[in-house]
């Protein structure tokens, strides 16, 4: 996006009235798939810009992100708003002082822990508007990927299979309801040190608790220390029933990311980057789903 557009996009933000245009400077920072941010340096401080470059799936799509990013916000979970357009999801946030996560800060346990702690207090909150389940997001993947006849994904229909009865599994006793985030990559995590505060509330909706915390461990490839972490300050232990659910649902997402990569692979949207990450990702689900507790949960009746 080029200047001029940025520009133009400024001078209509009430927040930013009476700010100089040349007073003001932005830079690229890391984005997601539907959106480009910006950090925003302005004499009144420090802010985060996010521009649509996608339009949303449905109308009202803006509209659901900003009404459960309030909700967060105002519970200590998500930055304060300090502009939002529904109609094109420009959004203007303070900029955390803060460490964007990955998987490497990850391995800090104290951090899972002040991760797992937000997820608690957001599962426990007012119901957001809109729903998700990663089950239907599967569903919808699976009829856009494609492997084009690749030997590197020759047990693609094995685990297809797994993850179909997995899904039978779990059904069976489906969980409560409660608001989530959806898209809990590390990224989207900030560590101030003392608190995580969630970023991207494009996904948020209404969805299993459990699913989200398995899609932390499963994206953010936690090993055994990093789980125990998890669980004892999600569940508060570890005889909670949300823990087999937990564990099911991250070969669950771990697959959702081989499809997503595949379908992305197929319409030539960074190719070799995407093939790379299909592997991977084939290959991390099929560890999940050979994991002896994974195994155990699904033989139980």
């Not at 920072?29 to 420090?46: A, D, K, M, Y």
């Not at 789980?227 to 005889?239: M, R, S, V």
Request: charged content about 25%.
């Amino acid at each position: 996006m080029d200047d001029r557009k940025i520009n133009a996009i400024l001078v209509r933000i009430p927040y930013l009235s009476g700010i100089d245009p040349h007073a003001m400077k932005w830079t690229p920072i890391l984005g997601g798939q539907h959106n480009s941010v910006f950090r925003l340096e302005t004499p009144r401080g420090t802010f985060a810009l996010r521009l649509g470059r996608r339009f949303p799936d449905f109308p009202d799509h803006y509209g659901e992100e900003v009404y459960n990013a309030r909700l967060a916000a105002a519970a200590g979970l998500a930055p304060q708003i300090l502009h939002f357009d529904p109609d094109d999801g420009t959004m203007l946030v303070p900029l955390i002082d803060g460490t964007t996560m990955d998987d490497a800060k990850f391995k800090e346990l104290d951090a899972v822990k002040r991760a797992a702690g937000t997820l608690r207090r957001l599962h426990a909150g007012p119901p957001f508007r809109s729903s998700f389940n990663v089950f239907q997001r599967i569903e919808k993947l699976e009829k856009e990927a494609n492997d084009a006849g690749d030997p590197a994904f020759s047990s693609w229909p094995e685990v297809r299979k797994a993850i179909a009865a997995l899904k039978a599994h779990m059904k069976a006793d489906d969980a409560p309801l409660s608001p989530c985030h959806n898209d809990p990559v590390p990224e989207n995590y900030i560590d101030t040190g003392g608190r995580m505060i969630l970023v991207d509330w494009q996904c948020s909706g209404q969805a299993d608790p459990y699913w989200e915390v398995g899609a932390l461990s499963a994206q953010a490839r936690f090993d055994e220390a990093q789980d125990k972490a998890l669980i004892e300050t999600y569940f508060g232990g570890f005889d909670h029933p949300g823990i087999e659910r937990m564990t099911l649902y991250k070969p669950a997402v771990s697959y959702t990311w081989l499809l997503f990569n595949l379908a992305r692979w197929q319409k030539e949207e960074e190719p070799h980057k995407r093939r790379r990450s299909a592997i991977h990702w084939l290959a991390r689900t099929e560890t999940l789903l050979a994991n002896p507790e994974t195994e155990r949960l699904l033989r139980k009746s």
